[in-house]
């Protein structure tokens, strides 16, 4: 535990469950894995993370309890791949990967907002809306499933809402890469900070 009296105490909070590090569909520890059918083939796939998120829960001086999580979801790029079919078939693997992390996120989001804790999400979710074609292959991105999936409480994040609110205009960007088949530099707003503002009074 990291502890600074005169600001707040800080506690490693990884969430458990009964199920077990490779339980079914409820079996939320981050660094275990996920049972999720990514290809529609009626079989479960095991999705796991690199980088498992970080959870903290924290105490401030003020007396405010918070829960904390800091994510980064798989990269959709094809690195290996040698050529255009590969390109496409390793990002559409990729991108599946990457939502099956973000609905997991968000099953993790929806745990804590149903019990009315405070919550701040951020990290690279390696991805925004309207960054690639594929994104109309699986009709969202991966900042819509935790940032607000249909039916769930919705999470606050200025900079994610003008980017879905303006596709057509200048929007935040965190990132900038230079994208070699077309020799031109991709701005992109990749990283995020989200808050359910409701449940800090």
Known sequence: ????????????????????????????????????????????????????????????????????IGAHLKSKAAHGARNRDEVMRFSIANRRKQLAQAIWLRQRITDHLDQGKPLIVLGDMNDGPGLDEYEHLFGRSSVDVPFRDKGMPKLI?????????????????????????????????????????????
């Open 157 to 201: 994040e200025p900079h994610a809402q003008i980017a879905l609110s303006r596709r057509l205009a200048a929007t935040p960007t965190t990132s900038r890469f230079f994208v070699n088949h077309r020799k031109r530099f991709l701005q992109a707003l990749l990283d995020y900070i989200m808050a359910h503002m409701a449940s800090f009074g």
């Open 1 to 68: 535990m990291l502890y600074d009296p005169d600001v707040m105490t800080v506690r490693h909070d990884p969430k458990r469950d009964d199920l077990g590090e490779t339980g079914g569909q409820n079996a939320l520890r981050f660094d275990g894995a996920y049972r999720i059918d990514l290809d529609v083939d009626d079989v479960e796939n095991l999705v796991t993370f690199s980088e498992p998120p970080l959870e903290l829960a924290i105490k401030t001086k003020a007396g405010l309890d918070l829960h904390f």
